[in-house]
Nanobody, 115 residues
Framework: VQLQASGGGLVQAGGSLRLSCVAS????????MGWYRQAPGKQRELVAY???????NYADSVKGRFTISRDTAKNTVYLQMNSLKPEDTGVYSC??????????WGLGTLVTVSS
């Protein structure tokens, strides 16, 4: 399984970015797609995930600002990030969870929000 994330960059506070992550390989029992982030000097935290049934979950810190969505046919997960804050800065990594098999992680994409 391979995960390719894109869409990170530098944005001013209040701005928006859209992250994408394409999954490829053996995806037969793919169940959950989501995003984690890790800020400098901090632990990795779950940002959002979406299940195959389109159930979503968000970290409290991003509720109302971020929206996760999924294109099942394209095996792609998106993270629309609005009203970005400097504390949203970090490396965003996508991950997938399977009903059968281990989780997989992709290389991260850097999001930098300037004040």
């Amino acid at each position: 399984v391979q995960l390719q994330a894109s869409g990170g960059g530098l944005v001013q506070a209040g701005g928006s970015l859209r992250l994408s992550c394409v999954a490829s390989g053996s995806l037969f029992s793919l169940y959950v797609m989501g995003w984690y982030r890790q800020a400098p000097g901090k632990q990795r935290e779950l940002v959002a995930y979406i299940t195959r049934g389109s159930t979503t979950n968000y970290a409290d810190s991003v509720k109302g600002r971020f929206t996760i969505s999924r294109d099942t046919a394209k095996n792609t997960v998106y993270l629309q990030m609005n009203s970005l804050k400097p504390e949203d800065t970090g490396v965003y990594s996508c991950y997938v969870k399977f009903i059968i098999g281990k989780d997989h992680w992709g290389l991260g994409t850097l999001v930098t929000v300037s004040s």
